[in-house]
């Protein structure tokens, strides 16, 4: 009798609309579907947010992703707060900076970024501000597709 109580009680909490809610208030990614308790199957909302972005060079080494990310390629590195353990990999998002937008596809977690900061490989942040110093960050506008 008392294992039907508890399991009932347990069935009770897991039914609650607990994974419907956003996973970080401010984050641009939410729980797809209502029960999803653990946050594993994100996806990322249509909307634009701010950040910084840094300058990072992966030169051929393996990502997050587990993609070889050359300097060369059109690719971003999501702050951990946003990369939703790998959920993201592969998809791509939008980077605007100054009037100018660009398509870059997620390969890699940036373990530096806070909040919505992100790196950008050098070949996108070179379409993006041909100026752009190394060391030195731009702010952006950015979001999923």
């Known amino acids: 009798m008392q294992f039907s109580k508890t399991l009932a009680l347990l069935a009770t909490v897991f039914a609650t609309d607990v994974g419907a809610a956003s996973i970080r208030e401010d984050s641009s990614i939410t729980a797809r579907a209502a029960g999803d308790f653990w946050g594993m199957y994100c996806i990322p909302q249509k909307r634009d947010v701010s950040g910084v972005a840094g300058l990072y060079s992966p030169d051929g080494a393996v990502g997050a992703c587990g993609l070889a990310v050359q300097n060369t390629d ?7 707060d946003t990369f939703a353990g790998g959920a993201l990999c592969g998809q791509s998002v939008n980077v605007q900076f100054n009037g100018i937008t660009i398509e870059v596809l997620i390969v890699d977690r940036c373990v530096g970024c806070v909040d919505n900061d992100i ?9 993006l501000d041909p100026s752009f110093e190394s060391g030195g960050t731009i702010t952006v506008t950015w979001g999923f597709n």
């Open 74 to 80: 059109l690719s971003v590195a999501l702050g951990s």
């Open 119 to 127: 790196d950008l490989t050098p070949s996108a942040i070179a379409v």
